[in-house]
């Protein structure tokens, strides 16, 4: 049985059908990579799996975790899975985290939340431990400081201690290398391997750069329009895509061997 099993999945906001009866499955420390270009319905597909969708929208299909129907599940019974079997890292650090809280105190909540029995001390050691395992630099001593005081990339690592601080079974990465420099992007993405191969994590990685994509995911699932219109092992669909529209996609990334006397590929 999968870890996730994602069938016929439909994400509706009034008459705007934003994803439309797709379906996937990621196996346990499995990384399936979900790409396609902006608006295609990649984060509305992570936030159906969260439950996190604004309350206007119409969720349809089903979508299991362990054999669990998570759509039909009542919000307490739900708000356990989050955070502690399913984690994700939402786009944009900056404005994930609270600007006027300390990010020790950040990451803490996430402990509570699921650890209400845990001391202070306990918690606190939970917590540095998990900034530790996301080399962040001087994490003891930088605890009480404030999001504004760290880099684009050390948020990008909080981001990520707070989601893997109860050793999730699933991670889900939206975007997490959006707006870091090319340096910084390679350590998160080496950050990533290190912690799936650590703790067998299986990941839903969402992104529209199918560069990094291909250095990550296991399994790649090609968004258009709100629908998955292909899917294939990482290193087949890279060889021989299937699809014009996944053709379209590699055409228009820059490779060594461009020609750059011609305009690169345009999405049709």
């Keep these: ?13 009034g008459d705007a059908v934003a994803v439309g009866r797709i379906s996937f499955s990621i196996a346990a420390g499995e990384t399936l990579g979900l790409v396609g270009e902006s608006g295609s319905g990649k984060s509305v597909t992570s936030l159906a799996i969260m439950r996190l969708l604004p309350s206007g929208a119409v969720t349809g299909g089903s979508i299991r975790f362990k054999g669990t129907e998570l759509l039909s599940l009542p919000e307490k019974v739900m708000r356990p899975y989050r955070g502690r079997e399913l ?66 990339g050390q948020r990008q690592r909080i981001l990520i201690a707070m989601a893997v601080v109860n050793k999730p079974a699933l991670l889900i990465a939206d975007e997490p290398t959006t707006a870091l420099d090319v340096t910084v992007q390679a350590q998160i993405l080496l950050l990533l391997r290190r912690l799936r191969e650590k703790h067998g994590l299986a990941m839903l990685f969402i992104s529209h750069d199918l560069a990094v994509t291909a250095q990550v995911a296991d399994r790649v699932a ?40 011609r305009p690169l590929a345009t999405l049709q």
Excluded at 2 to 13: A, G, K
Excluded at 234 to 260: C, G, I, K
Aim: glycine share 6%.
């Design 1 to 13: 049985m999968p870890l996730l099993q994602v069938l016929n999945l439909s994400v509706r906001f």
């Design 222 to 261: 090609v968004m258009q329009g709100g629908c998955v219109i292909e899917e294939n092992r990482t290193a087949e669909l890279f060889r021989a895509p299937q699809h014009p529209y996944t053709q379209s996609l590699l055409m228009a990334v820059p490779t060594m061997r461009t020609d750059r006397t």
């Design 87 to 152: 984690a994700m890292i939402f786009q944009e650090p900056m404005t994930a985290l609270n600007p006027v809280m300390a990010v020790g105190e950040q990451v803490a909540e996430a402990v509570r939340a699921h650890w209400p029995g845990l001391g202070r001390a306990e918690v606190r050691e939970r917590v540095l431990a998990a900034l530790d395992e996301v080399a962040l630099p001087s994490a003891a001593k930088r605890y009480g400081e404030y999001p504004h005081q760290f880099s684009g």
